[in-house]
């Protein structure tokens, strides 16, 4: 899974089944949960072309994002209708800019990427297999500034009954992953029946959670 010709695949194949075509309600709905100043700088890892983007950008200053697929960064651009500027940089990464929005294109355990106030992760700590979460999250939490703190939204199900990615991360793992902060539960959303996963993939249980995580005063 470290293979970052498997998210290639996904983006030039447009098999992006992650991707939401509208802002995630659930950011809207809990993103003062962070406590957010317009000052604060953002960081959203493995971004895709998420709509967040945008809506973000539109509560803060300096939203930067980081994603391995060019095409996915490009795709961001080309549909807000948005011209970046693209500068190219050493380590096989290319950074996209246009107003109060940065993404960096390439790897992002190895991004020169700016340190954040607030991280908002909704489909990256999923994405990643267990051998892989531990090291995303030191740096993420190298990334965070003092007192910074990270939305994080994730799923739950009975991982031997579907492959991932999306992967299930349970909140014990959540709490695990992130010890020395606090870890707040904000919310579970639980499929019915009719959810494509319940109905479609034959899950017996499905759900969504939201996290606030902060740093330990």
């Not at 910074?148 to 991360?169: A, C, K, N, R, W």
């Not at 010890?179 to 904000?186: D, F, P, Q, R, S």
Request: charged share 25%.
């Amino acid at each position: 899974m470290r293979d970052p010709e498997f998210w290639h695949s996904k983006w030039a194949a447009n098999h992006i089944g992650f991707h939401l075509e509208d802002v995630n309600p659930l950011l809207v709905r809990f993103w003062q949960e962070t406590k957010p100043k317009r000052s604060d700088q953002v960081l959203v890892p493995l971004c895709g072309k998420s709509e967040d983007l945008a809506w973000l950008a539109t509560k803060h200053d300096q939203v930067e994002g980081a994603e391995l697929s060019h095409i996915a960064v490009r795709a961001f651009f080309a549909e807000h209708f948005y011209t970046p500027t693209v500068t190219t940089l050493s380590g096989q990464h290319e950074l996209y800019q246009f107003d109060e929005l940065a993404i960096y294109a390439g790897d992002f355990f190895t991004a020169p990427l700016s340190k954040a106030d607030i991280v908002y992760d909704r489909a990256a700590l999923i994405a990643l297999p267990q051998e892989m979460r531990l090291e995303y999250v030191q740096r993420v939490r190298s990334l965070l500034n003092p007192g910074g703190g990270i939305l994080l939204i994730t799923l739950d199900y009975p991982q031997e009954e579907m492959s991932g990615p999306p992967f299930s991360v349970a909140q014990s793992e959540v709490e695990r992953l992130f010890a020395g902060m606090k870890v707040t539960h904000l919310f579970e959303d639980i499929a019915d029946e009719r959810h494509p996963k319940i109905a479609q993939k034959g899950l017996s249980r499905f759900a969504e959670h939201v996290y606030l995580i902060e740093a330990i005063d």
